[in-house]
Structure formats: structure tokens, C-alpha cells
């Protein structure tokens, strides 16, 4: 799922090429480059019309979980999410708890990847909710719009949430992902249940406490 960049043997083939022929040059960067040409701009414009029509479309916008009861002061303070799906759960995941999730996320639309390239996903092949396996994870392990989306959500909820690169993974991105820097996340996300660390036993984070499935 991951981008795929030329090698450093295709790259070296292409300089002998260049200098054979006379051409100017061959990047390995180019295929990338055209792929999401005029990324930035494409995405601030794209989660700033959705931020101001949000209302309109029946979505939630939801303010980074690090403001606490601060005022958040620009669109890419927040992210937008559409309910597909409400669970039935009480109380949500906090920032020290894990969570088992599904999940997959996008980027936006690209020339390749007319659906968003699909930079991760917790299931294989066509999701069937009967046989998956929730991932299991940190939520501060997760980017800061990923984990705001969990902190709101109760066991059942099933959202699309969009994350600007904001609060996620910046103007650099992840190479790890194949995600370049200034890319709006689109998650589809649903909330299994999470794990409550027992406060009162030492060193208990990880160990001591309980699964909360409704």
C-alpha cells in the first residue's frame, strides 16, 4: 500500500542515460512530485470548505483533546467527523487507556489514487466485521487527531474522520507510510473497547485493570 520509490538502481541508470544522451536530469523524486502535485494547497483548501460546511452537512467538529477547556484559534485546531454509525457504549477511551480499533486510513485523492492511497489498515482484503481482529493500541501512541477521534468516541461508534496534517503528521509527513507531508488523514474508524489502567496499583499501566466492551 505504501508509494513506491524509484530505486537507487534505477536512479543510477537513469544518470548514466542523462549523461549518454544529453538530458537534463532524472529524479527519483519526480514520480512523487506529480503524483500529488500542489499537495499543500490542495489540502488546506479542501479541510478548510469542509470545516465551514460542516454544519451544513450534519458533521461533528471536535477540538484537539491537548486544548482541554482552551479556545481553539484556527480550522486545523480541530477535526470533522461524520457519524456513520452510533455505538451504545458508556464513557470513552482516555489519553493513558489502549484501544482495540478498526480501522483504515486514506489520503486524498490523488492522480494515481483516485479513491486516496490507503496508507493503513487494520484488516486484509475486504473488511468483514464477523471475522476481523481490532488492532490493539496506545492511544497516545496515535497522531493527535487519530487520538482526539478516540477520546470521543463511545464502544460501537463507527466514524469517517478527517484529520488535518496539522495533527497529524505534519509538513513531512511519514515515509514509513508513504504519506507526504501537508496530507489530510481520512479515517474510518470503529471503536471496539478499551483498556482502563487500574490507577491505584503501582506500575499498573499495562498490566493491572480491565477491558470495557459496552
Known amino acids: ?13 537513469c544518470f548514466a542515460l542523462a549523461a549518454v544522451a544529453g538530458l537534463a536530469s532524472c529524479s527519483e523524486t519526480n514520480d512523487d512530485e506529480n503524483e500529488f502535485a500542489d499537495w499543500q494547497n490542495k489540502n488546506e483548501t479542501y479541510f478548510n470548505n469542509l470545516y465551514s460546511s460542516a454544519s451544513s452537512q450534519g458533521l461533528k467538529v471536535i477540538r484537539n ?6 479556545v481553539a484559534t484556527h480550522n486545523f485546531d480541530n477535526i470533522v467527523v461524520e457519524v456513520l454509525k452510533s455505538g451504545t457504549g458508556s464513557g470513552s477511551p482516555l489519553y493513558t487507556d489502549s484501544v482495540r480499533v478498526h480501522y483504515q486510513g ?3 485523492p490523488s492522480k494515481t489514487y483516485t479513491q486516496g492511497l490507503v496508507f493503513d489498515q487494520s484488516w486484509s482484503g475486504e473488511f468483514n466485521p464477523q471475522t476481523a481482529k481490532p488492532s490493539t493500541r496506545l492511544v497516545s501512541q496515535n497522531v493527535d487527531g487519530f487520538a482526539t477521534a478516540l477520546m470521543n468516541m463511545h464502544i460501537g461508534d463507527h466514524w469517517l474522520v478527517y484529520i488535518p496534517y496539522q495533527l497529524g ?23 471496539d473497547s478499551y483498556f482502563r489502567p487500574d490507577a491505584t496499583v503501582p506500575g499498573a499501566q499495562a498490566k493491572a485493570g480491565r477491558w470495557i466492551t459496552e
Open 1 to 13: 500500500m505504501n508509494i513506491r520509490y524509484i530505486h537507487n538502481a534505477l536512479a543510477a541508470t
Open 65 to 70: 483533546w491537548s486544548f482541554n477547556d482552551g
Open 106 to 108: 486514506r489520503l486524498l
Open 169 to 191: 503528521y505534519g509538513t513531512t509527513g511519514s515515509s514509513s507510510g508513504g504519506i507526504p507531508g501537508y496530507s489530510t488523514l481520512v479515517f474510518d474508524i470503529t471503536l
